[in-house]
T-cell receptor, first 113, second 113 residues
Framework: GENVEQHPSTLSVQEGDSAVIKCTYS??????FPWYKQELGKRPQLIID?????GEKKDQRIAVTLNKTAKHFSLHITETQPEDSAVYFC????????????FGAGTTVTVRA | EPEVTQTPSHQVTQMGQEVILRCVPI?????FYWYRQILGQKVEFLVS????????KSEIFDDQFSVERPDGSNFTLKIRSTKLEDSAMYFC???????????FGDGTRLSIL
């Protein structure tokens, strides 16, 4: 099955700086990669996703890049704000397994004011 | 607001008892999923459900677990003979169709005593 590794496990950044979270996946057939943000005690919320036919996608301060050859993808948050503090999970999946999500272990991001 | 409502928000049950967790989508979703998240850990896939049958399940989803959609609306997860290690947050997720992302409900916190 799919195995997703996520790094770092914790990340502390100064407000206004950028944050980068990296994930690798094992199954070359995976073709859909969502990112979820989870605040304490809350549900995971989709913040951005990317499909394997695209190398990069951006939505305001958030961007995701995908390298299919190396089987890794990354989340980039620019101009971080205190409300960006949360746990971020990457995931990988594919249509053949009904898009069940295989999650990374999560990254706890703390934005220092 | 989440696209799916989960009840109850918190369930406390004695070990060995059966619990039923419920999930109600707010629109016509075709694909349903259950995930669990043990405190401080990553989200883990349990089962996916499409067209009134299980389409994928993980090794966690053993004979203790079952799912059904009895009335075409509610999607339920039943856990028989609960164990201490079943204590976790259980999330229902839904997907409208192909190439659509999964959206999570607010979850049910299950505490087994």
């Amino acid at each position: 099955g799919e195995n997703v590794e996520q790094h770092p496990s914790t990340l502390s950044v100064q407000e206004g700086d950028s944050a980068v979270i990296k994930c690798t996946y094992s199954d070359s057939a995976s073709n859909y990669f969502p990112w979820y943000k989870q605040e304490l005690g809350k549900r995971p919320q989709l913040i951005i996703d990317i499909r394997s036919n695209v190398g990069e996608k951006k939505d305001q301060r958030i961007a995701v890049t995908l390298n299919k050859t190396a089987k890794h993808f990354s989340l980039h948050i620019t101009e971080t704000q205190p409300e960006d503090s949360a746990v971020y999970f990457c995931a990988a999946t594919q249509r053949s397994n009904d898009y069940k999500l295989s999650f990374g272990a999560g990254t706890t991001v703390t934005v220092r004011a | 607001e989440p696209e799916v409502t989960q009840t109850p928000s918190h369930q406390v049950t004695q070990m060995g008892q059966e619990v039923i967790l419920r999930c109600v989508p707010i629109s016509n979703h075709l694909y349903f999923y259950w995930y669990r998240q043990i405190l401080g850990q990553k989200v883990e896939f349990l089962v996916s459900f499409y067209n009134n049958e299980i389409s994928e399940k993980s090794e966690i989803f053993d004979d203790q677990f079952s799912v059904e959609r009895p009335d075409g609306s509610n999607f339920t997860l039943k856990i028989r003979s609960t164990k201490l290690e079943d204590s976790a947050m259980y999330f229902c997720a839904v997907r409208e169709g192909h190439n659509q992302p999964q959206h999570f409900g607010d979850g049910t916190r299950l505490s087994i005593l």
